[in-house]
């Protein structure tokens, strides 16, 4: 449900740019995108926006701003939960989770980087540097991409999807406690730990593959589940949303030329 509220809340950024691409093209191209990034990290964004382009005829580069806003906003919240999760464990979480949010903040400073070549690029006098003016168009566009967040038509829904999203993401983690015994008690506060040490586990490695089981057992371990259902915990949220990434990104992947085969 989160990655079909994604692909919605995409029309409300490419939309002010004059785009009304299918809803189908946009879910499909979303999964590729979370399957892309499962073999090599952020591969994903760059596929995505060329299939796109591929069968709505959006250019790559505006495209590419309006994924910017989305990574931008998915920074800030991942943030404002890692803080969270930082007042709530205490000093423990700040020595367990120094490095993976070191790791967040070289991310935030890549796209503080990105800002910054757009707006150099922006200021180049094409009159003068003739050669130069089909970069500043390219980057232009990406600056108009990243603008489109200020021009949605219906605000409210776009935050509001945006919130659904990331709900989204912390119930799938906090249902699976359901299914080992001895974790059903977990609290809310325990739940947002795990949620938020797995979070960065994938930040640091494609998809978090072999990571986000143990930081997901450190934490759980931490507060009085046996490493053995901690572990598993870990392997049961990791496994059934990759899983499902591989399922049905690898169908959007094979159907996306049938879906489109008049185009």
């Given at each position: 449900m989160s990655?079909?509220?994604r692909a919605y809340r995409w029309k409300y950024l490419l939309n002010p740019l004059g785009y009304h691409p299918k809803l189908k093209n946009l879910i499909a191209s979303v999964l590729v995108n979370y399957l892309s990034n499962l073999g090599?990290?952020?591969s994903g964004e760059v596929l995505r926006v060329t299939a796109i382009y591929a069968?709505?005829?959006?250019p790559f580069s505006k495209a590419v701003g309006t994924v910017i806003s989305?990574?931008?906003i998915d920074l800030v919240i991942m943030l404002l939960l890692v803080f969270s999760a930082i007042y709530v464990g205490g000093d423990w979480v700040k020595a367990e989770l120094s490095e993976s949010f070191g790791q967040l903040m070289s991310i935030y400073i890549i796209i503080v980087l990105v800002f910054a070549i757009i707006i150099f690029a922006l200021?180049?006098?094409s009159e003068r540097f003739p050669f130069m003016a089909r970069i500043k168009s390219f980057f232009i566009n990406i600056y108009q991409?990243?603008?489109?967040?200020?021009?949605?038509s219906n605000a409210y829904a776009f935050w509001a999807h945006t919130i659904f999203i990331w709900l989204m993401y912390i119930m799938m983690f906090w249902v699976i406690?359901?299914?080992l015994p001895l974790s059903a008690t977990l609290g809310l506060d325990v739940i947002l730990l795990g949620f938020v040490a797995g979070g960065l586990s994938i930040t640091?490695?494609?998809g978090g593959i072999g990571l986000y089981p143990l930081a997901v057992a450190t934490v759980l371990n931490h507060y009085g589940i046996s490493y053995e259902i901690a572990l598993a915990y870990g392997w049961i949220a990791w496994s059934s949303q990759t899983i499902m990434i591989l399922i049905f990104g690898g169908l959007s992947f094979a159907f996306l030329p049938v879906i489109n085969r008049k185009k």
């Open positions: 990655h079909l509220s090599i990290p952020r069968y709505e005829k959006i989305e990574r931008v200021l180049i006098n991409g990243i603008l489109s967040i200020g021009s949605v406690q359901f299914s640091v490695t494609n």
